[in-house]
């Protein structure tokens, strides 16, 4: 018989836990939801998928491949590792991370599976559910679900498309409050392509100092920026702020699917005495990333070839200059030149587009009468742009643009209904 305290479930209905509910990831809501219908005669172009492999067109060098297998070979490490990564492997990352006069030693570093667990260590290590984080928009949607998830909630800040993306800096600092624990920096961004100049990040670096707020920068497209720009992370232009920077191998070195990631801490006048035992302790959860991966990971980081880098850059590069040639051209679309890592947003004059209701309509129409799939800026809080993706085949960007452009002049009215050119509701 049951004792008074246990409940019995009578039948084989079992409730999933109140944090999978909470867990949510607004991208597949709105992608699974979307009605992708190709055109039968076109083939179809995915400008949408943020995973630079998928075309196979970017391979990695032999040297990164070599390294993997010869710690395979070798046998050496098939155990377990440290929960925050093996010794040498997080001063191997220090060492690439750090900057002149901004010392890093292993003891600042944490190993994690891909950057998207970085993040999660770094935002469960400094809220405590019902406080809250500001993150960006548009912004990347794993802030959000990593959050929510624990119960942590989340506030937007603006970004300006018209200012190359930069922070609403007023905006921003309303949103500071009592419950605010940390500021999130994505910088180059995902999906704007923006990259944020030395004096745009000292200015937010002084606002953090001004309201005692730590940072989380979001790095994973580091060094990942396009001539004429320049990367500074904020790691290495803080005086004061403390900063939790995530990184990782997922998109300089192009192999996502390795998930190793990295937390670097750089810490200023010991602010992060206790987030440091916390990381560790968030860390023992999981364990971080494959040991293989880790043990190559101090050859991989000081052995692959600057022309490898170089190389990549360029193709995306040259990718952005034509992609942004030609759609500036198309009337009803206003894109943002790029300035590093791997997107470009394009706004819509979706009032010049009668019938069409919003960029989830612009893109699924696309889809069904161009077969060109563009990810709809809904997806980042951003409505009436779209994020295209500049890592695709060369051969590919020509054919996007025309049936970017056809389907435009099929569908753009210059004069609205109401004969202003303006709104007319
Ligand atoms: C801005 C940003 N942060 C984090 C991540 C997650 O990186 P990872 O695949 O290493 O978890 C991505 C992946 O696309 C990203 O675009």
Redesign the pocket.
Known sequence: MASKNKRMRMNWQVPASKMSHQTFNPIRNIVDTMKLTPHPDKEMIALSI??PTVFNNLPIPEHINQCIVNKVQGQKHNGYNPSIGYEDSREAVAKYSCTPGRPLTAKDVILT???????DLCICVLANPGQTILVPRP??S?YKTLAESHGILVKTYNLQPEKNWEIDLDHLESLIDDTTATILI?NP???CGSVFSRNHLLSILELAKRHKIPIIA?E??EHFVFSGNQYHSLGSLSDDVPILS?S????RFLV?GW???WVVIHDRHDAFHEVRSGLLRLSQRLLGPNSIVQAALPEILSGTPQHFFEETLHYVEENAKNFFQRISRIPGLRPVEPQG?MYMMIGIDIDHFPGIKDDVDFTERLVKEQSVFCLPAKCFQFPNFFRIVLTIPKVKVSTACDRIEEFCQQHYKATLTNGTGSHSS
């Open positions: 943020g995973d599976g891909g950057c998207s667990m970085a993040l912004g990347f794993i994505n961004s995902n999906p979001d994973i497209y995530c990782g191998l997922t998109k996502p998930r190793l990631g890592a």
